[in-house]
């Protein structure tokens, strides 16, 4: 058992992070093999969804992750789903906010002459 305060820390960061890990990396098989046994299009965005995940948490390198994703898609394509690709997120027009008027910036001082 550590000593140093921070070294316990990390201990105890490191039992959280290992935890969490776990889960993550049991979700991320499920959801995989659920979808080698049946593809379909809610089993296909739950795997592309625990793949982002794994991304995310960096459990996974994000070219892995890439690499993954369009693996499914292809055995997706081979089986005959149709897959949709998800666009860029579209900025929705938002309402143009009013501008507070402008303030006329204040008349500089001159500087006080020393005597």
Do not use: C, W, Y
Request: hydrophobic content about 40%; aromatic content about 0%.
């Amino acid at each position: 058992m550590p000593i140093i305060k921070s070294a316990k820390k990390r201990v105890k960061t490191t039992k959280k992070a290992t935890v969490r890990n776990a889960r993550t990396k049991k979700n991320l098989r499920t959801a995989l093999k659920a979808f080698g046994k049946k593809s379909t299009t809610a089993s296909h965005s739950s795997a592309q969804s625990a793949l982002d995940k794994a991304a995310k948490k960096g459990l996974m390198h994000k070219n892995k992750v890439a690499r993954k994703k369009r693996q499914l898609a292809v055995a997706a394509k081979a089986a005959g789903m149709k897959v949709e690709k998800k666009a860029a997120k579209a900025a929705a027009p938002k309402p143009a906010a009013k501008k507070a008027p402008a303030k006329k910036p204040a008349a500089k001082k001159a500087p006080a002459k020393k005597k």
